[in-house]
C-alpha cells in the first residue's frame, strides 16, 4: 500500500514557465511534507518542507502548498530552468512522541525536464 | 562541512554471498537513517539509528541488519544476498537538537549492488 503517490512520472516543460510537481497521501497521522531533488548518481538534495500546520511555504523559486483536507501538497518552481531537470520526490513523516523517531515515506518520484 | 560519504560507491556480489555498506554522516549529526532505491519500488525505508540504538525498521527481511558506532558511522549488511537485493543504497543524516527536531535529512551519493 503506497501511502504517498506522486502520480505523474514525468513532466516537461519551457524554460522560464511555471513548473507543478504533485503530490497525494492516503495516511491522514502524516504531519510533515518534504521534497527532494535528485540528480543521476547522486543521492537525494534536500529542497524544501513544510509542516501541517501551514498552507504554504516559500524559499526563492520553490514554493510548496499543501491542503489537508484534500490529502496534497504541491511544488511550483517559478520561474523555470533547465539546471531543475532531475527527479523530484516526495516525501511524508509522522510526528513521533520523543521528537527524533522519525522515518520518511518517499513516492516514486517525478521526472522534471526543463527544456531551454 | 563534509557531506555524508558512503563506501564503497559499486559493488558487484552473486547469490548467497553477503555484504557491509559503511557510511559516515555528517559531523555532528547522530540520527543515521538507511533506504533502498529500486526502479520499481523507489525509495524504501530500511532503519535508522539514532546513539547506537535502533529506533525504527521498515518492512524488509531479517537478512538486512545494521548497526551504529560510537562515532555515529554505521555500517548495514544484507545476507544470503539474492537478485532482487540488486538496488542503490543510500544513507541519510540529520542533526537533532534537544527539544526540537529536524526531518530534514542529508543523503550520501549511495553505495550501487549487483547481484549476479
Known amino acids: 500500500d503506497q501511502q504517498v503517490k506522486q502520480n505523474s512520472p514525468s513532466l516537461s516543460v519551457q524554460e522560464g514557465r511555471i513548473s507543478i510537481l504533485n503530490c497525494d497521501y492516503t495516511n491522514s497521522m502524516f504531519d510533515y511534507f518534504l521534497w527532494y531533488k535528485k540528480y543521476p548518481a547522486e543521492g537525494p538534495t534536500f529542497l524544501i518542507s513544510i509542516s501541517s500546520i501551514k498552507d504554504k511555504n516559500e524559499d526563492g523559486r520553490f514554493t510548496v502548498f499543501l491542503n489537508k483536507s484534500a490529502k496534497h501538497l504541491s511544488l511550483h518552481i517559478v520561474p523555470s530552468q533547465p539546471g531543475d531537470s532531475a527527479v523530484y520526490f516526495c516525501?511524508?513523516?509522522?510526528?513521533?512522541?520523543?521528537?527524533?523517531?522519525?522515518?520518511?515515506?518517499f513516492g516514486k518520484g517525478t521526472l522534471l525536464t526543463v527544456n531551454p | 562541512k563534509a557531506g555524508v560519504t558512503q563506501t564503497p560507491r559499486y559493488l558487484i556480489k552473486t547469490r548467497g554471498q553477503q555484504v557491509t555498506l559503511s557510511c559516515s554522516p555528517i559531523s555532528g549529526h547522530r540520527s543515521v537513517s538507511w533506504y533502498q532505491q529500486t526502479p520499481g519500488q523507489g525509495l524504501q525505508f530500511l532503519f535508522e539509528?539514532?546513539?547506537?540504538?535502533?529506533?525504527n525498521k521498515g518492512n524488509f527481511p531479517g537478512r538486512f541488519s545494521g548497526r551504529q558506532f560510537s562515532n555515529s558511522r554505521s555500517e548495514m549488511n544484507v545476507s544470503t544476498l539474492e537478485l532482487g537485493d540488486s538496488a542503490l543504497y543510500l544513507c541519510?543524516?540529520?542533526?537533532?537538537?534537544?527539544?526540537?527536531?529536524?526531518?530534514?535529512?542529508?543523503f550520501g551519493p549511495g553505495t550501487r549492488l549487483t547481484v549476479t
Open positions: 541519510a543524516s540529520s542533526f537533532i537538537r534537544q527539544g526540537q527536531f529536524s526531518y530534514e535529512q542529508y
Open positions: 539509528y539514532f546513539s547506537e540504538t535502533q529506533r
Open positions: 516525501a511524508a513523516s509522522r510526528l513521533y512522541s520523543g521528537g527524533s523517531n522519525y522515518k520518511l515515506t
